[in-house]
Structures are given as structure tokens and as C-alpha cells.
């Protein structure tokens, strides 16, 4: 088939009232998401599940313009994360029990040609990780204050783990007035897999025991998806856990 498979999975986990996490999986254009929301009541989900749909219309939107090379997967991703950012605060505006909702934003964009490349944007701790030859590498930063700390010498990996203000995000979805996402971009392999996840995982696994899993999983998207929830659940489920794995098949 020689394409880029996405499969997502998402569970409300065993601590959680509600499902406030999002994703879509569009592998005809290449582009895939997840949202992990915040805000009481449904604010939360209202705010992840309003982001979503924002970047899948904004990706069927662009599909032609991107195929022809007439806007950089760069704009394409900023509009996306700016049009997200604008539904929410246009949710929450008009209703007043929405007020402060946010969402976390991570969005993969795959380009072809001779060399296959991957495109992500992001605001907030939903992470986006590259496994090649047995190695999983972060291709994201998370925008957490317990991040700032560690930047600045503040505390020590150990001290971070347990931080109290280790889940605080400074920036999302809907909560100031622009979220300027953070982008990366890497040439891609033919046996690569791509991870996207919200911090329900992250929560539960270190990266350690995600590496295990896709090793284990060997190369099988379902598989993989199936086991990282169900270890997650198994550790405590403390958040919803949400993951879209791609795959070249």
C-alpha cells in the first residue's frame, strides 16, 4: 500500500467522570491529532472535541493547496492551530459555563516526495515521539511550568516526577488571547512509526515503557494502541488516555 496508517484509540480511564480528550485520524491527507481538554464541567471536552473539528475542517480545506505547493505545511499547520484557537474562544464566548475552557493541540502533517516528511505544531503537554530502530525520541516540548523549571535549573528530573505544578500548562488552546504553537519537522524512514498521545499515557509510562511496548508490538499499529491504553489503565488509568499511532503500510 506504501501510505501512512493512523489508528486511534481513546478511553476515559478509571479516575475520570467524562472523556475530555479528542483525536482525528485522516490518512488520505496525511494529517492526524489529538486534543486533551481542560475546563469544568464539559468545558473540557467541549473544548477538545471544538478543536478537532476545527483542524479537520481546516485540513479538507487545504488538501488542494498543499498538493499543489501553493502553502508551506508550516502555514498550513499555524492556520490550523490559530482557527482551533479562535472556535474556543468563540465557544466559550457565547456561552457563559464555558468560560476559561482550553485544550491542549498536537497535529502531525506527513508530506511525500522522494523523502517522506513529518510536520507537527503543539501547544501544551499532548506529545508527539518518533521511534526509529528501537529508540523513541520526544518530537515535542511540553509547555508546562515544571518544563520552565527544568530549563532554568530550577529542579532535577527527580524533583520534577513529583513536582507539584508538574501538570500546570503555560500555554493551550483557548485560554490567552493567541497560541502560538512550537513546530518540528524530520526527514522520515519507511519503518518509522510516529506516536501521538495525551498525558494520560505519559502519566502512567515513561518513555521507557513506551519504547518496550512498540518493540514488543512489533510494528502492529492496533496492537500498539491496544497495549499502551491497557498498560495505562493497568498503572492507575488516572486520566483520560488517549494515543493515534502512524505507521507506513
Not at 29 to 39: E, P
Not at 137 to 148: F, G, K, P
Not at 152 to 167: C, L, M, Y
Not at 235 to 242: I, K, L, Q, S
Amino acid at each position: 500500500m506504501n501510505a501512512w496508517v493512523g489508528i486511534g484509540r481513546s478511553d476515559i480511564g478509571l479516575v475520570r467522570a467524562m472523556n475530555q480528550d479528542a483525536f482525528v485520524t485522516m490518512d488520505g491527507l496525511g494529517f492526524w491529532a489529538v486534543a486533551d481538554g481542560m475546563g469544568g464541567h464539559a468545558g473540557g471536552e467541549v473544548a477538545a472535541q471544538s478543536a478537532i473539528a476545527t483542524a479537520a475542517a481546516r485540513a479538507e480545506l487545504f488538501a488542494d493547496p498543499l498538493r499543489k505547493g501553493q502553502c508551506t505545511p508550516q502555514d498550513f499547520l499555524q492556520d490550523v492551530m490559530t482557527q482551533a484557537h479562535n472556535t474556543v474562544l468563540e465557544r466559550a464566548r457565547l456561552d457563559p459555563r464555558l468560560a476559561r475552557m482550553g485544550t491542549t493541540l498536537v497535529t502531525l502533517l506527513i508530506t511525500s516526495g522522494a523523502t517522506p516528511t513529518a510536520h507537527l505544531a503543539y501547544v501544551g503537554d499532548s506529545r508527539g515521539y518518533l521511534f526509529r530502530d528501537g529508540r523513541l525520541t520526544q518530537s515535542t516540548r511540553d509547555h508546562t511550568l515544571i518544563e520552565t523549571y527544568l530549563a532554568r535549573g530550577i529542579v532535577t528530573p527527580a524533583e520534577a516526577k513529583t513536582h507539584p505544578e508538574r501538570h500546570v500548562l503555560t500555554k493551550a488552546i483557548g485560554i490567552s488571547d493567541s497560541a502560538e504553537p512550537d513546530h518540528s519537522a524530520y526527514p522520515l524512514a519507511p519503518s518509522d512509526i510516529l506516536l501521538l498521545c495525551s498525558d494520560g499515557l505519559t502519566k502512567m509510562l515513561e518513555d521507557a515503557d513506551i519504547a518496550d511496548i512498540l518493540t514488543q508490538a512489533q510494528s502492529d499499529p492496533h496492537r500498539i494502541c491496544d497495549r499502551l491504553i491497557e498498560t495505562a489503565l493497568t498503572r492507575g488509568g488516572e486520566d483520560n488516555v488517549t494515543v493515534v499511532v502512524i505507521a507506513r503500510r
